[in-house]
């Protein structure tokens, strides 16, 4: 992976396990492409509750981050900073990505919900929010994130997610396994043409690719844990359509289910418009 401009990873932070186990691994992925961590706090009705039930004031929310931040630097060379603010988690994370360079958010379904009830629905809102892609880690630390595994439907267009694609391997590195989530008898040649002019783009815009089909036999799912266990992937990509003119990325209940799975992957949910003015 290439080493680029230091931007930061961005957390959000409530102090329950799985926003812990976010920043624990967004620390290891910062360390990794050498760029910054951010931790942030959304002081809302849920703190102010927490302070009063257990009688403590805003600096118990000061000595928390502080003694967070210590631990996940210990060890490793990185820079972490600390943002507390007003609001809620949605307007926080939204404004914070918006005033500052941030690279991508980070979350994990590992560990129990706690003072924000960070459940894995409420993840999935916060994901949409975000004007920058956003990483799901899964239950299991992660170490590599090469090579990509991109599921994509060439029938719908492909011209931003190649974009993309080039901007995600300046992070990831430029090999993608690419799989195809449909599969027609009716329609082999065109497919055949589309994957031909994808795969075309791709080789412009120095990127490596290997096609596996979508065999249609079982649920989909279930194919691209195969096909991340065949191909030791090391990431999963997410992009909605370019046809849904979206600045975020929106997960369908499709997209909930891959991102909720057992894959074992960490999931990076990415718009294609995020990237839409480098074209």
């Not at 404004?95 to 690279?103: G, M, Q, T, W």
């Not at 370019?242 to 600045?247: D, G, Q, T």
Request: aromatic content about 10%; some cysteine; charged content about 25%.
């Amino acid at each position: 992976m290439q080493k680029i401009t230091k931007m930061a990873i961005l957390v959000i932070v409530d102090f329950s396990d799985n926003s812990y186990e976010a920043a624990v691994q967004a620390a290891e992925l910062a360390e990794l492409l050498h760029q910054n961590l951010l931790i942030v706090h959304a002081i809302n009705h849920y703190t102010r509750a927490y302070l009063s039930e257990n009688n403590l004031d805003k600096e118990w929310i000061e000595e928390s981050m502080e003694s967070l931040s210590n631990g996940l630097t210990r060890g490793k060379e990185i820079d972490i900073d600390i943002v507390i603010r007003e609001g809620s988690v949605y307007e926080v994370i939204s404004s914070i990505c918006k005033e500052n360079d941030i690279l991508m958010t980070a979350f994990s379904l590992k560990g129990k919900p706690g003072l924000q009830k960070f459940t894995p629905e409420k993840i999935m809102r916060m994901i949409a929010v975000c004007p920058v892609p956003s990483i799901v880690f899964p239950r299991k630390n992660c170490n590599k994130f090469s090579p990509m595994l991109f599921p994509v439907n060439l029938f719908r267009g492909w011209s931003k997610k190649a974009i993309t694609l080039k901007h995600l391997s300046e992070w990831f590195g430029k090999l993608v396994i690419v799989v195809e989530n449909h599969s027609s008898d009716k329609f082999v040649s065109e497919i055949e043409r589309e994957r031909s002019r994808f795969k075309e783009k791709l080789s412009i815009l120095g990127i490596e690719c290997a096609y596996v089909p979508y065999i249609g036999q079982g649920s989909f799912t279930n194919q691209l844990a195969y096909y991340a266990k065949h191909y030791k992937a090391g990431l999963m990509i997410l992009m909605n359509d370019e046809e849904e003119e979206s600045l975020h990325f929106k997960p369908a209940p499709s997209d909930a289910k891959i991102i909720r799975s057992k894959i074992g992957l960490p999931v990076l949910c990415v718009s294609p418009f995020m990237f839409a003015k480098d074209e």
